[in-house]
């Protein structure tokens, strides 16, 4: 069954960074457009960064643009998010998800790491 599993989250002190891995079984990664979201407590799930199918265009938030970056994994078939810099206010739930075409919704999610961010 075709899934994502994201890891990486923990707890860092501001200006520390992390790595996420979202880790793609059951399809291939390289052919999907990928995105990564997060939620934070009490808070609508928001866009954060994604990769397009094609794999040369890349769009992030304002608000992580230039601490953040998404990168093919080391690992066979997984994408990571490398975040700089972290703030206190990038303490959420990080999903990653995986979408077939250029467009529309996206077919797959993880069931989401827990990032925080506080001194």
């Known amino acids: 069954q075709a899934r994502l599993v994201e890891s990486g989250g923990g707890k860092v002190q501001p200006g520390e960074s992390l790595k996420l891995s979202c880790a793609a079984a059951d399809f291939a990664v390289d052919y999907h457009a990928i995105g990564w979201f997060r939620q934070a407590p009490g808070k609508e799930r928001e866009f954060v960064a994604s990769?397009?199918?094609?794999?040369?265009?890349?769009v992030y938030a304002n608000s992580v643009k230039d601490r953040f970056r998404i990168s093919r994994g080391n690992a066979e078939n997984t994408v990571t998010l490398q975040m700089n810099s972290l703030k206190p206010e990038d303490t959420a739930v990080y999903f990653c998800a995986a979408r077939r075409g250029r467009n529309g919704p996206y077919d797959y999610w993880g069931q989401g790491t827990q990032v925080t961010v506080s001194s």
């Open positions: 990769r397009a199918l094609s794999g040369g265009t890349y």
